[in-house]
Each structure stands twice: as structure tokens, then as C-alpha cells.
């Protein structure tokens, strides 16, 4: 063999499968690394819009640690995740079951379970943004005419209210994620299982809790990971509904952190506040894939 | 200790009429099989029983106590599913116990119970693993043993053996009649294979579109089929038929076609003298045609082999007797070659014969 050199590289283990990556390695380090390394490089410095900046180390940090603004952000993210992922997680899995039961037109009710998602998020932000307006809000309304109200409700001007008002639209948008991904996997739960049960003398709770939640489990947290990740991450949202206001109480990373970064000008500190995102994220799908594995 | 009746039972899935007028007696410790074609209604039938499936008509009694409306948990049966039905995500032994513990059975006693009966089916080492890491024939044990521990009034068995292969089936099947000799409970199991179903049954329920056409013993159904679909799904190789010519011959009857004349014997005259002169189905089981050396009278068929076919303990012939087409089974040491001339005896009183238009027995 002449060329057996050459023939012998290409044909070392990995090595011809690690060339045929390399574009897409390519790709990706371009698209994804590069930002990621740019802003954690940004946050390590004092960069404005405008003027590039110089070395600063942690300060950036330092400072939002000192930050009451800051502080507020972080709470307002893990009130906004853990209580939208939580009512995701239980009225999507509900509406599946209903959905998963045999009924005359189903199949449109699937359908329409799609229609949040379906709808630009900016589009059906607006609409709640009207439906939660102080003044004209469709709900004060119908409350005020029906005599239980005598003023409209305040929904995204007081703290609270502003809060839950964000959540619940992020919940009605994000069900049929929920819903769809679960129904799918409640189809391939074998149905012969639950007749076995009912012979074994099985309740609806019994037949729930022993196989279909065991048999959805690995489905779940991985759909429940992708939701935490994308709600913890969330940003068109809350800055159309609010801005973060009234008085930050619904600002979460994303948007604290557009607003520093663009709004604001600061890069750097819009960098830093971002940066607090990964580590969440990662511990998150580190979870997830450790649960899995043992799964399997 | 449990008997089961079935009385005018229908099932109706809409349009579709998949049971009709299922009128079954299953007496205390009887092994009942129902064997029919695909889509006859068997596993509608056993599911009814079960309660699995809402009956339209008629009445459902086991042990003398109605259960139109008792949910299956209430009727105290068990089911063993065509494909098993075991839960994946538990083990073998939570498989077994999952019944007895919703029946709050003391823990010490479930242990017990699905120990026996885990070393009953042999599968005492397996009590750890979950079902994915079974093999076809062990899945089979355990979905038996989740039935057995229950120690139910009737067993409801769904094909349980169609998905494994040939000798493991043999090797059940056996096992399965074993264990029922020695529990003795009442049980009922479909299948659609007929050799199955002779081998197991006390009693038989042949099936077709959703009627029974025949129940009886194994051989006493073999031996007279009541009508023409019995005679062809009971038997393998499947029965001959023959369109056939009754004419009296001097005190006697013969059936006649071209190419031969067969007497009929003596007991069917009376059955078959208002035949006379007009056409019948004769039915002829291949192993019921013996190769004949030399003529030996009235009843030897002239046959042009055709195909020859050995499977092992017989050789199967295909033939042609003036312008019919026969298969005969004949021992594996006969020297029938391809294309030559044999003679055939039919043994004359394993004749079946059948009305042309109800295809009913003659008899
Ligand atoms: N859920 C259902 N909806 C509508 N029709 C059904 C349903 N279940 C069964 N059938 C029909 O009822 C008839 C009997 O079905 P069944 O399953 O009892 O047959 P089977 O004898 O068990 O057949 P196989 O040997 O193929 O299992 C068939 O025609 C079938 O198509
Ligand atoms: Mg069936």
C-alpha cells in the first residue's frame, strides 16, 4: 500500500468523524461561543455605549451586589419561574389527561389548546396588556357592571398585582407547551396497562400516581427544564406588559439587564447581570441529565 | 369454585356487531377455550367477562351474582393480556404484588404468595429485574404470575402464548395445563389457534362472526363437526370438501362423483335418504385417506399425485381425483412420487357430509 500513511491517519478512530464536524463546530463556536465569551468578557469591563472600555475586574459585580435593584431582580426571577413553571407543569399536565380521553371533537380541542403558542407572543402580550389596563381592563369592567367592583383593578400598577398579572400571562402562554408534549407522551403509555390495573383493582388517583406519572416522568423534567430554562430566561414578555416596573417589581435578569445594557447605555454592568443566568441554567440541565441517565 | 354463565350476550361498537346472542355455560373448574377466525369476537367476549368492556344485551353472572355493572376490580378475575400488559417501571416482584397490596394484603402474606409463586413458574432469580430486561418467554411467566398470585375465581387468559415462538408454545402450553390441574380454577382462554385449543380444552367454543357455532370436548367436536366452518377451522391439515351426487344403490346409498362412488354407512342412511338424487357436501379429513396398495373394493379412489409434501411425522399429498383437487396425509414411509398413479381409501365411517345450502351436518 503507497498511500497507506494517509489512509491510515483518516482511518484512526474519531479522527474522519471529527473532520466531518468541524463546519458545524465551526458554526457554532461562531454563533454561540463568541457572543457567550464576549459578554462575560463585557462584564469584566466598564464599557459604554459608544466608547470602548477598559479592564475593571469585578467590579461590575461588586456593585450590583451593593445593588437593591439587583437583589429585587433576583427575587422577582425565581417568583416569576418557580410560580409560572409551577402552574405550567400542573394545568398543562391536567389538560392533557382531559385532552388524552376519548370525546367528541377532540381533535379541535387540541387544536385550539395550540392557539397561544401559535400567536406571536408580542401580539397576545398587547391584547393582555389592554385586558390588564387600569382603565379600560375588559375584567374591571365586567366585575364593575355585574356590582361586585366599584373601581377598576390596578393590575399592572401595584406591586403585586403586577407580578401575578405577568405570571398568569406566562402561564396561559407557555401551557401548550406543557400540554402538547405531554399528551404526546401520554399516547405512547400502553393502554392495556390500565386495564391491567383496573383488574388489580386500581383508582383513577392509584392509576395516575403508579403509572401514568412514573411512565411520564423522564418526559416531564425534560420538558419542565426546558420551561424553567426559557421562563428564567424571559424577556419580550415582561418588557411589553411592564417594563419592569411599577417600581422594578417585575424586572427579572433579562430585562434589568436590557435595560442597563441598551436602554441605560452600561454594557458592561448589562453584561454582568446576564452573566447571573448561566450558572442557574447550567445547574438546571446538569439536574435534568443526571436524572435521566439514572433513568436509563 | 366459580361458575360463569353467559346469557344472550351482544356487544354492539356502534354499527359493528362484534358478539351476538352468546349463550355459554362455564362450569366450576372448567378450562373453556374460544378459538375462531381473526375479528370472530373472542377478545370482545373475554373482555365483556372481565368487565373491560360494557356488554349491550344480555346477562354476565359469575357465581350465580349478576355483574352487568360490577367494575372488573369488584368480579374477581384476573387477565392475562396478549401482550403481556406489565408495568415497565416496576419490577417483577412489584408486578406481582401491586394487586394484593390495593387489596391490603398484610405484607408478610404478599411476600409469601408472590415468593410460591414466583418459584412455582421458575422465576424466582428474576424478582429484581424490571420487564425490559426479560426475555419474551420470562415477560410470559410473570404476566401468569401477577395472575396467579391473586388467586382469583376465574382467569381470563387473551392468546397469552401467540408471541413466542413455536417450542417455547409447546413447553407453555404444557405448563399452563399443569398448573391448572393443580389449582383447578375456572379459566377461560381465547385463542385463534385450533391445534392450541384441542390440546387445552376441557371444552371448546368454536367461533365465527361473533355467533358460537360449536361447543363441546376437543375430540368430540373433531369427530363431529356440526356444521361446514367447524369441520374446516377444527383439523389440521384442513378438511377436503367434495360436491358430491346422492344415488341409492340396491339397499344402500352411495355418494358419487366423476371418477368415483363411495358407499355410505349404514347409521347415516336415514340421514342422508332425503338426499337421494340431489348434491351434498362430502367431507373428507386428510389423515382419514390411507394409501392403498392393491384395490380393496367399492370405496378405493384412482388419485394422480401431484405435489408431494413431507413435513417430518407425515408426508402431505396433493392429488387429483377425476376433477377433484385432495390433499391426503399419509405415514412418512410411503413411497408416493410426483406425477404417478396411487390409490386412496377413504375410511368410509369418518365421512362427513353437509347439506349444500345451510351447510349443516348431515347426521
Ligand atoms: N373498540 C372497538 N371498536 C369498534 N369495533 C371493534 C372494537 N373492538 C373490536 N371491534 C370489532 O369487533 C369484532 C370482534 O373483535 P375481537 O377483537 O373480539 O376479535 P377477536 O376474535 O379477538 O380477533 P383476533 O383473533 O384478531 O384477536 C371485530 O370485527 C372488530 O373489528
Ligand atoms: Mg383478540
New binding site residues.
Given amino acids: 500500500m503507497k498511500s497507506g500513511q494517509s489512509v491510515g491517519f483518516l482511518q484512526r478512530k474519531g479522527v474522519l468523524g471529527f473532520l466531518f464536524t468541524v463546519p458545524a463546530d465551526a458554526i457554532l463556536l461562531l454563533l454561540l461561543a463568541y457572543p457567550f465569551v464576549l459578554g462575560i468578557w463585557l462584564s469584566f469591563t466598564n464599557t459604554i455605549i459608544g466608547r470602548t472600555g477598559s479592564f475593571v475586574g469585578l467590579e461590575n459585580y461588586i456593585d450590583l451586589f451593593h445593588s437593591d435593584v439587583f437583589w429585587l431582580t433576583a427575587f422577582n426571577t425565581v417568583v416569576y419561574t418557580v410560580g409560572a413553571v409551577f402552574f405550567k407543569l400542573i394545568l398543562g399536565l391536567g389538560l392533557a389527561i382531559l385532552l388524552n380521553r376519548d370525546f367528541k371533537g377532540k381533535g379541535l380541542m387540541r387544536a385550539i389548546v395550540l392557539l397561544p403558542w401559535i400567536v406571536p407572543t408580542a401580539l397576545s402580550t398587547i391584547a393582555f396588556w389592554w385586558i390588564f389596563d387600569s382603565n379600560f381592563s375588559c375584567i374591571s369592567w365586567l366585575f364593575m357592571k355585574l356590582g361586585i367592583m366599584h373601581a377598576p383593578i390596578n393590575f399592572l400598577g401595584s406591586t403585586v398585582n403586577a407580578r401575578i398579572s405577568v405570571i398568569i400571562v406566562n402561564i396561559w402562554r407557555g401551557i401548550p407547551f406543557f400540554t402538547i408534549g405531554l399528551l404526546a407522551g401520554l399516547q405512547t403509555i400502553n393502554h392495556t396497562l390500565y386495564e391491567a390495573a383496573d383488574i388489580d383493582g386500581a383508582t383513577p388517583w392509584i392509576k395516575f400516581k403508579s403509572i401514568t406519572l412514573p411512565l411520564l416522568m423522564p418526559l416531564l423534567s425534560v420538558i419542565t427544564t426546558f420551561s424553567i430554562i426559557w421562563t428564567f430566561a424571559d424577556f419580550q414578555l415582561i418588557w411589553i406588559m411592564t417594563r419592569g416596573g411599577p417600581d422594578n417589581a417585575t424586572h427579572i435578569f433579562g430585562t434589568f439587564s436590557f435595560q442597563r445594557a441598551i436602554a441605560g447605555g452600561h454594557l458592561g454592568e448589562g453584561a454582568a447581570i446576564s452573566a447571573f443566568i448561566f450558572p442557574v441554567l447550567f445547574i438546571c440541565v446538569l439536574i435534568t441529565s443526571k436524572y435521566l441517565k439514572r433513568e436509563n | 369454585m366459580a361458575e360463569v354463565l353467559l346469557e344472550h350476550v351482544g ?1 354492539k ?2 354499527k ?4 351476538d346472542d352468546f349463550n355459554l355455560t362455564i362450569y366450576h373448574d372448567e378450562f373453556m377455550v ?1 378459538v ?12 365483556m367477562i372481565a368487565g373491560l ?1 360494557e356488554i349491550t344485551s344480555g346477562d354476565i353472572a359469575i357465581e350465580g351474582r349478576r355483574v352487568n355493572n360490577v367494575p372488573p376490580k369488584d368480579r374477581d378475575i384476573a387477565m392475562v393480556f ?1 401482550n403481556y400488559a406489565l408495568y415497565p417501571h416496576m419490577t417483577v416482584y412489584q408486578n406481582m404484588a401491586f394487586g394484593l397490596k390495593l387489596k391490603k394484603v398484610a405484607q408478610q402474606e404478599i411476600d409469601k404468595r408472590v415468593r410460591q409463586t414466583a418459584e412455582m413458574l421458575g422465576i424466582l432469580g428474576l424478582l429484581k429485574r424490571k420487564p425490559k430486561e426479560l426475555s419474551g418467554g420470562q415477560r410470559q411467566r410473570v404476566a401468569l404470575g401477577r395472575a396467579i398470585v391473586r388467586i382469583p375465581k376465574v382467569y381470563l387468559f ?2 397469552p402464548l401467540s408471541n413466542l415462538d413455536a417450542k417455547l408454545r409447546v413447553q407453555m402450553r404444557l405448563e399452563l395445563k399443569k398448573l391448572h390441574k393443580k389449582m383447578g380454577t375456572t379459566s377461560i382462554y ?1 385463542t ?1 389457534d385450533q391445534i392450541e385449543a384441542m390440546t387445552m380444552g376441557d371444552r371448546i367454543a368454536v ?1 365465527k362472526d ?1 355467533r358460537i357455532q360449536q361447543v363441546g370436548e376437543p375430540l368430540q367436536i373433531y369427530m363431529h363437526p356440526i356444521n361446514r366452518f367447524v369441520a374446516s377451522f377444527i383439523g389440521s391439515p384442513t378438511m377436503n370438501f367434495l360436491d358430491v351426487h346422492v344415488v341409492k344403490k340396491g339397499e344402500g346409498y352411495h355418494v358419487e362423483s366423476k371418477g368415483f362412488s363411495l358407499p355410505v354407512p349404514e347409521e347415516k342412511k336415514r340421514a342422508i335418504a332425503p338426499y337421494e338424487g340431489k348434491e351434498v357436501i362430502l367431507g373428507v379429513r386428510p389423515e382419514d385417506l390411507s394409501e392403498g396398495g392393491e384395490n380393496r373394493g367399492a370405496g378405493t379412489l384412482k388419485a394422480h399425485v401431484e405435489v408431494v409434501q413431507p413435513v417430518g411425522n407425515q408426508i402431505y399429498v396433493d392429488v387429483k381425483v377425476g376433477a377433484h383437487n385432495l390433499l391426503a396425509a399419509v405415514p412418512p414411509q410411503s413411497l408416493v412420487k410426483t406425477m404417478e398413479e396411487m390409490a386412496l381409501n377413504p375410511r368410509l365411517d369418518n365421512l362427513h357430509y353437509f347439506d349444500p345450502k345451510s351447510e349443516l351436518a348431515i347426521a
Avoid at chain 2, 36 to 47: I, N
Fill in positions: 356487544k361498537f356502534g359493528v356487531v362484534a358478539v374460544f375462531g377466525p381473526s375479528g370472530c369476537g373472542k377478545t370482545t367476549t373475554l373482555r368492556e396478549q387473551d392468546e381465547v385463534h367461533m361473533g
